[in-house]
């Protein structure tokens, strides 16, 4: 950390160097440090600040019946916010379904033949699809399921998600695959093993980790999204599982609630923001937990 | 050895990963459901027992699913207090029937039902020609009426709100709107209240974002309030183009908060947003020169000016009316649905929803939400209007 003071002190100027030379050097480097110190300090503060303050304001209003209980309208004391936790799960499940199997498929392609038009087509198209902004998602799920098919549903609001999913958990894949030896993947062919069993029994294992942070990552991106869930999942005061079916979820369930006027309401939104960023927070400590216990297990040291 | 930790650790891995997509789409498919089956004996005795049974989805035409048909409607968000309670009322009326209502606003009701998204639509203002155009067979009609309110949030000198009823003149709010009185403590503010210490503050004028039925009652009755302002703004609009310093709120609930953050802020808002909200609002002076504050009373007095009949479309304005005790801000709100339903029975159930929404047991709800029913000529217009509906081209 700091290196000058590892440096032998002799009475004579070291290669010519004076001692204010090593003064300077010294203070440049405690200067610097504590900059890069109160930057790392700086971006830790937001989350912290968000997480506490949420909390504080959340917990006070949390109790059973806001995990069991449905909505109840203005001025109806009680309720909960059940509808939209099983909605988010619902839509973000049916997300997972879609995204996930083509993101995986999809990265082994663009890992495997990366300089192929086909490969680099991929990469391009992911990384554009991953900057375009989750509402233009909403309107695209809305005019090609919901229109159609006459329904706001949850399945529309999956989709949306899902296309958000894709290219982060496609990504993270691509780039944890290509972390994997180059001799693994060519003993396992050398032993035998078929394209496809490389894949799924060498190299799928092998980045496992990365790719599940990845998934997890990508699932709380997606979750907390309220955007496209205006103009697919619709909202609905009743607990809805089915797919065709339009539902509340939490970001929008918050949107609704914070805007409002209501006291109660803003209360509700506090609470269900807790909700939601312990969702959050606790699927990103999972993902991290497993990177660690696998590590551990295989005797890796990260 | 260690390919087989592996595997299983992987294995495990992903079982978690999925377990986390799954499980919380896991729904509660049948769970016991206490039903109180009522017996009537020898018409004397009634004899109460609890069954615990366990109700599961069978084929056929058993007892419908509670909320296994849902109707979704989107629009205004004027009557959105009172929808939202009648919605949740109705769930003990008939377990069966799920209503669902986005407040999207005026504007968004009328382009989700032309896009048939939703089963019926909200708007306060009517549609025009155009809209007609696009919506083929699409017919509105007035289910409940209210008043929109000016509400304000001064804080005197000393920082206090002020929680006094201020009195608008007649041609106030147009002026106000036009930007014409900017200041709090302008003249015609100070002498229309006597007692109250006006700050000499801005005014910041709030007004709504979004295509909307309630700026359409509020602009309808500043055209006829305030000639100038029909001179230089035009008539009713849903969404007017305003003076670029105003501030703009989504919805009835975005006004609402935003007067509520804002010091010298005045807004329009349907009258239950301003008592939950706890804001408070002013009296407003009506074409017979007396100072109104927003009541039932004062609502039915507007809608008894303008008379019971609203045309083939079921759509008047009943802004600015002549008697002395009008409240002159007041509006129909409406509801829109296709006179030839596609889905029957939805649209059975819809109806049995409007019906209760009509009927005393559903008045009693928008009383105490400060909304007031149609009076009984309007009424029975509507139901007449209703029993025409038709669905895949046969009546109900």
Redesign the interface.
Known sequence: MNQTQNHPRTSAPLLGMSKAHFARRKITNIVMLSLTGAATVLAIIPLLWITLYVTIQGSRFLNIEFFTQLP?????PGGGIVNA??G???V???A??IA?PVAIIGAFFAADYPNTPLGLAIRFGTDVLSGIPSIVMGIFAYTII??PQ???SAFAAGVALAIIMLPLVLRTTEEMLKLVPRGLREGSLALGASNWKTSV?VL??AA?NGV?TG??LA?ARAAGEAAPMLFTA??????V?DLN??TATLPHTIY?YA?????DWQEKAWAAALVLIALVLG?NI?ARA?TWW?AR??GLNY | MFKQ???F??LL??A??VA??????A???SAPVKVVETKVVEQTKVVEKVVEKVITPTPGPAAPKP?SI?I?G?GASFPY?LY??W??EFAYVNPAI?V?Y?PIGSGGGISQIT????EFGGSDAPMTDAEYDKAKGVQMFPIVAGPVVPVYNIKDDAGKMITATLKFPATALGDIYLGKIAKWNDPVLVSANPGVTLPAKDIKVIVRADSSGTTYTFTDYLAASNPEYKTKMGGANKLPKWLPSTLAG??N??V??LV?NTDGAIGYVEI??AK????PYGSVQNKAGEYIIATREGVQAAMADFGNDLGDKLVASIVNGPSKTTYPISTYTYLMIYMDQTDCVKGKAMFEFFKWAMSPDGDKFAAS?DYVPLPDAVQKLVEAKLSKVTCQGKPF
């Not at chain 1, 805007?259 to 006291?263: A, D, G, L, R």
């Open positions: 109840t309208p203005v001025g109806v936790i099983v988010t799960g619902l973000v499940g049916v997972c379904v996930i919901v229109l006459r329904r706001f029994q799928l294992p496992l599940v998934i997890m699932i619709f909202g609905s005061t009743g607990l599982t079916e339009s609704i805007m409002s006027p209501f006291k699927l999972l497993l696998r297990q295989m | 930790v592996f595997l650790i992987a891995a992903f978690v990963n986390a997509c799954a499980t919380p789409t729904a509660p498919t909320g849902v979704n989107a207090p939202s309670r919605f949740f799920r669902n986005n896009a048939k998204t939703v989504n919805q609930p975005g609402t908060a509520q239950s947003f939950e909200g706890k804001l939400l």
